[in-house]
């Protein structure tokens, strides 16, 4: 079983003819409700991507998190610790787009936010039948902390991806198996821009030296690096015509865990998780461009 814990969003993305002034008023030009959340999409990709999925995470008593739920119910993940929060509302993601693609994007944690341990105790169940503990930076941290500590003392493979990029103490980066950054989360982290291959060996090996035992950096289009304290590798991405490479990190992650969670290698872990990530860029979308393990076999 892959286990995530983390969030769940509707994201309401506005298409405007251009940014909107401070106390502007402005008329859309498209909508569309997408559903999202780094720890769902996480979900979704890993559910997907062949493995048996549970999900730990909050949403309000609203349309949009029956919506949520009703979405990860139908991909076959199990909700037994998935909370619904009477007051706040499920998070969202308020998005403007104008037409040369820039964006204002206003992030409501809402229910998110309320993730706390008595969620974590009411996962015990699922935790105790995971193989791989999954986890984003998306809920309170202290509920992230104790999160990666209990599954680590129950013996779990830990997955972190540190996203959005906020600094990380060596406590938590301990309880870490795989740190998985991409470029903008690993140059916060490290100190050092990562633009490509070279600075991202750099980066890594500052993260190392903080104790994660793998650093994963994805590099987009160049792939992954995967560095630990036998050295480093380069794992290029299979070569595609990318279209939209939103959720490309998650498609990644999930599909990454998956395979842990069946017992592959390392690097076939890796290589699957690219597959999938590369499959989902030529296709537009959030969690519909993420693609089943059967379109991955047959590609
Ligand atoms: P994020 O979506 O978090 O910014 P990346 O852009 O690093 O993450 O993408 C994650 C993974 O998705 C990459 O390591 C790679 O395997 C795959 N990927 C992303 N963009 C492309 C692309 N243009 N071509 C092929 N694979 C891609």
């Excluded at 780094?38 to 349309?63: E, F, H, I, S, Y």
């Amino acid at each position: 079983w892959v286990l995530v814990i983390g969030s769940l969003n509707m994201d309401l993305v506005a298409r405007v003819p251009h940014l909107p002034a401070p106390g502007e008023t402005l008329a859309s030009e498209g909508f569309a409700t997408v559903a999202g959340g780094k720890g769902a999409n996480q979900a979704v990709a890993a559910a997907r991507l062949g493995a048996p999925t549970a999900m730990v995470g909050c949403v309000g008593d609203d349309t949009h998190g029956r919506l949520l739920r009703d979405g990860l119910r139908h991909e076959g993940i199990d909700l037994r610790a998935l909370r619904t929060h009477a007051t706040q509302p499920t998070g969202m993601a308020l998005i403007a787009v104008d037409r040369a693609s820039r964006n204002h994007i206003v992030l409501v944690p809402g229910a998110n936010d309320t993730l706390g341990t008595a969620d974590l105790d009411a996962a015990e169940a699922s935790l105790a039948e995971a193989a791989v503990v999954v986890c984003q930076l998306e809920v309170p941290m202290l509920t992230v902390q104790q999160a990666l500590q209990r599954a680590k003392a129950a013996g779990k493979t830990t997955v972190l991806n540190p996203a959005p990029a906020r600094p990380l103490d060596a406590a938590l980066l301990a309880q870490v198996d795989w740190l998985v950054p991409n470029e903008v989360e690993a140059s916060m982290l490290s100190g050092i821009a990562v633009t490509g291959i070279a600075s991202a060996q750099q980066a890594a090996a500052v993260l190392l030296a903080r104790g994660c035992a793998h650093v994963l950096i994805t590099l987009g289009a160049q792939g992954v690096l995967h560095a630990h304290a036998g050295g480093m590798q380069h794992h290029p991405a299979p070569v595609v015509e990318a279209v939209d490479t939103t959720a490309a990190g998650d498609t990644f992650i999930g599909g990454f865990a998956a395979r842990l969670a069946a017992g592959a290698s390392a690097a076939e872990a890796i290589r699957f998780g690219q597959a999938a990530a590369a499959l989902s860029v030529t296709r537009h979308g959030a969690q519909t461009s993420i693609p089943t393990l059967r379109e991955i076999s047959a590609a």
